[in-house]
């Protein structure tokens, strides 16, 4: 499921935009994780991915 939605998105980004997702997404797990000792489920992370990806493309097109 995750291995899916991931090569989905690298094929639809190009690899400097697939980094800084990957980094957002693993910041935001590791600080919910760190500071509440939250552990996330596969639809979570693929939804975290998702606002992620919105994220970098809205930031991308304001430029």
Do not use: A
Request: a negative charge; charged letters at 30%; hydrophobic letters at 45%.
């Amino acid at each position: 499921m995750i291995i899916e939605f991931l090569k989905d998105l690298r094929s639809r980004i190009t690899e400097e935009e697939y980094k800084i997702i990957l980094n957002i997404v693993r910041e935001d797990i590791q600080f919910n994780f760190i500071n509440f000792n939250k552990e996330i489920t596969q639809e979570e992370f693929i939804e975290i991915c998702k606002i992620s990806y919105n994220i970098v493309i809205n930031f991308k097109l304001g430029e």
